[in-house]
Nanobody, 115 residues
């Protein structure tokens, strides 16, 4: 059973930065694609960024150039560095692990960006 635990959310002013972390249990992390998704109030969950097992990254247009996804296979952890935050980045951010055709999700961490 894979468990994902996010941390690092909080309240920040527009223009500020936060770094989210997601720690995964189990021994499959290095084989898995990881991703960050977010869901704002009243909106559908959307992809923010993904990173393959080979560390190839992909970003949503809305965050490209401001957010950076990275992974540390030795620590079973994926990160999301978020810079130049905007009020529209306010959402619950979820960590995703995808491996062998299966998806696993964390419980989410709230990011609130004040204007």
């Amino acid at each position: 059973q894979v468990q994902l635990v996010e941390s690092g959310g909080g309240l920040v002013q527009a223009g500020g930065s936060l770094r989210l972390s997601c720690a995964a249990s189990g021994s499959i992390f290095s084989f898995a694609a990881m991703g960050w998704y977010r869901q704002a109030p009243g909106k559908q969950r959307e992809l923010v960024a993904t990173i393959t097992s080979g560390s190839s990254a992909n970003y949503a247009d809305s965050v490209r150039g401001r957010f950076t996804i990275s992974r540390d296979n030795a620590k079973n952890t994926v990160y999301l560095q978020m810079n130049s935050l905007k009020p529209e980045d306010t959402a619950v951010y979820y960590c995703n692990l995808r491996v062998f055709g299966l998806d696993y999700w964390g419980k989410g961490t709230l990011v609130t960006v004040s204007s």
